[in-house]
């Protein structure tokens, strides 16, 4: 009779509702290989420390959020994959990502057919969540956040002369974005260039066919559009030549890193961020829990990067509007959490550490810039910018 009631029990618990039916998921779609895992490592990092924090504080409607993940290797076709397995077989109400420019182009096409919000935190090319009605960012423009570092090197830069140069990875598809118009806005701002904008493979060993060409007529800055390892490459071929000009570039080498990537060659490096740690208690708070976590990990960082703090925003974002729109996690219903869901994040008004999160029309979020310089082979702050108004 004992052994019968055990089976009758076993099978009992074996029909009860799992535990990950009582959860709601999100999705993370990274990059933790690849040639963007230098910069994506802390993603993982920052939405488990929020994830963490929410789950503790009694979670969202009465259930946990459990986050599914996948490592897209910074590979679009990946990232597609991404996508479709979270709106299919994981059930995921939401997205946290992808990670890159690239990967959004193709994995936002699959979210509207699929009809899945994605928030990614680090792809900033112009333009890419215009006409999306599920695609959304934390991140900023590029090309808005260039022109504000361009306005702050016109009053306190402390150049001589307003002469620039541009080089870019031909292959990196940011990068070559970026090149496209970091000319023209520098024209605009005042700067003459010295040669066209130049670019190399990134796998080049040999730059010194690049740096050749300023012969002799050294800018004062060389303006970068690449991942902090190709910026090294340039400024030690650059310095081998003789030239001293201030390397100045866009978010896309914004790495708390880069001190260390540049070494001596860095020194009055100059670039924009969207995320200063030390801009009030909420922000070095999460400087401190995600370097001690990050340490836990065996990562060796020198500061969150800010698309670390995006990723952790994200889940916060989600988060707030997952309680407005009244979200269960419960499968059955999952397409229309989505749509309600969905609706919820375009009216979300929330502070994060970026700042004041809000989504204008076409998807985006409106960030602050700060303008960084690298001082005896530390970060510093030079200056910043605040948002613009979310336009509804």
Same mark, same amino acid.
């Given at each position: 009779? =004992?052994?019968?009631?055990?089976?009758?029990?076993?099978?009992?618990?074996?029909?009860?509702?799992?535990?990950?039916?009582?959860?709601?998921?999100?999705?993370?779609?990274?990059?933790?290989?690849?040639?963007?895992?230098?910069?994506?490592?802390?993603?993982?990092?920052?939405?488990?420390?929020?994830?963490?924090?929410?789950?503790?504080?009694?979670?969202?409607?009465?259930?946990?959020?459990?986050?599914?993940?996948?490592?897209?290797?910074?590979?679009?076709?990946?990232?597609?994959?991404?996508?479709?397995?979270?709106?299919?077989?994981?059930?995921?109400?939401?997205?946290?990502?992808?990670?890159?420019?690239?990967?959004?182009?193709?994995?936002?096409?699959?979210?509207?057919?699929?009809?899945?919000?994605?928030?990614?935190?680090?792809?900033?090319?112009?333009?890419?969540?215009?006409?999306?009605?599920?695609?959304?960012?934390?991140?900023?423009?590029?090309?808005?956040?260039?022109?504000?570092?361009?306005?702050?090197?016109?009053?306190?830069?402390?150049?001589?002369?307003?002469?620039?140069?541009?080089?870019?990875?031909?292959?990196?598809?940011?990068?070559?974005?970026?090149?496209?118009?970091?000319?023209?806005?520098?024209?605009?701002?005042?700067?003459?260039?010295?040669?066209?904008?130049?670019?190399?493979?990134?796998?080049?060993?040999?730059?010194?066919?690049?740096?050749?060409?300023?012969?002799?007529?050294?800018?004062?800055?060389?303006?970068?559009?690449?991942?902090?390892?190709?910026?090294?490459?340039?400024?030690?071929?650059?310095?081998?030549?003789?030239?001293?000009?201030?390397?100045?570039?866009?978010?896309?080498?914004?790495?708390?890193?880069?001190?260390?990537?540049?070494?001596?060659?860095?020194?009055?490096?100059?670039?924009?961020?969207?995320?200063?740690?030390?801009?009030?208690?909420?922000?070095?708070?999460?400087?401190? =829990?995600?370097?001690?976590?990050?340490?836990?990990?065996?990562?060796?960082?020198?500061?969150?990067?800010?698309?670390?703090?995006?990723?952790?925003?994200?889940?916060?974002?989600?988060?707030?509007?997952?309680?407005?729109?009244?979200?269960?996690?419960?499968?059955?219903?999952?397409?229309?959490?989505?749509?309600?869901?969905?609706?919820?994040?375009?009216?979300?008004?929330?502070?994060?550490?970026?700042?004041?999160?809000?989504?204008?029309?076409?998807?985006?979020?409106?960030?602050?810039?700060?303008?960084?310089?690298?001082?005896?082979?530390?970060?510093?702050?030079?200056?910043?910018?605040?948002?613009?108004?979310?336009?509804?």
């Amino acid at each position: 009779m =004992k052994k019968r009631l055990l089976v009758i029990a076993g099978l009992a618990a074996g029909l009860a509702a799992p535990t990950w039916a009582q959860d709601i998921v999100l999705g993370l779609s990274h990059a933790k290989t690849g040639r963007y895992s230098g910069v994506a490592v802390g993603t993982e990092i920052s939405v488990d420390i929020a994830v963490a924090e929410i789950n503790a504080a009694g979670g969202i409607n009465g259930r946990k959020i459990r986050v599914e993940k996948f490592d897209t290797g910074g590979d679009p076709k990946n990232a597609q994959v991404a996508t479709q397995k979270f709106a299919e077989d994981a059930k995921a109400v939401g997205i946290i990502g992808p990670f890159s420019s690239q990967e959004a182009q193709v994995a936002f096409a699959a979210g509207e057919r699929l009809e899945i919000v994605q928030i990614p935190n680090a792809a900033s090319a112009p333009g890419l969540t215009k006409d999306r009605k599920w695609a959304l960012r934390v991140t900023e423009d590029e090309g808005k956040q260039f022109g504000r570092l361009l306005r702050t090197m016109g009053t306190k830069g402390g150049v001589s002369n307003r002469t620039a140069a541009v080089m870019f990875p031909s292959d990196e598809f940011v990068g070559k974005a970026l090149a496209g118009w970091m000319p023209n806005l520098l024209e605009a701002n005042g700067w003459k260039m010295v040669i066209p904008a130049e670019g190399f493979a990134t796998n080049a060993t040999d730059l010194s066919p690049h740096i050749t060409k300023l012969k002799g007529n050294t800018p004062s800055v060389l303006a970068f559009a690449g991942l902090p390892e190709g910026a090294a490459k340039v400024m030690k071929e650059l310095r081998r030549q003789g030239h001293n000009s201030m390397l100045i570039g866009a978010q896309i080498f914004a790495d708390p890193d880069i001190a260390k990537v540049l070494g001596s060659d860095g020194e009055g490096a100059t670039f924009v961020s969207w995320y200063w740690w030390d801009t009030n208690e909420r922000t070095r708070t999460f400087e401190r =829990k995600f370097l001690e976590e990050a340490k836990k990990r065996g990562v060796n960082k020198s500061g969150a990067h800010h698309v670390d703090a995006s990723a952790y925003d994200i889940v916060y974002v989600f988060a707030d509007a997952m309680r407005r729109a009244g979200t269960t996690g419960d499968q059955a219903k999952v397409k229309a959490e989505r749509v309600a869901l969905r609706d919820a994040l375009r009216s979300t008004q929330i502070t994060g550490v970026t700042g004041n999160i809000c989504f204008g029309r076409d998807g985006d979020s409106e960030l602050p810039a700060y303008i960084i310089r690298i001082r005896n082979g530390q970060r510093t702050l030079l200056d910043s910018h605040a948002p613009d108004a979310c336009s509804k």
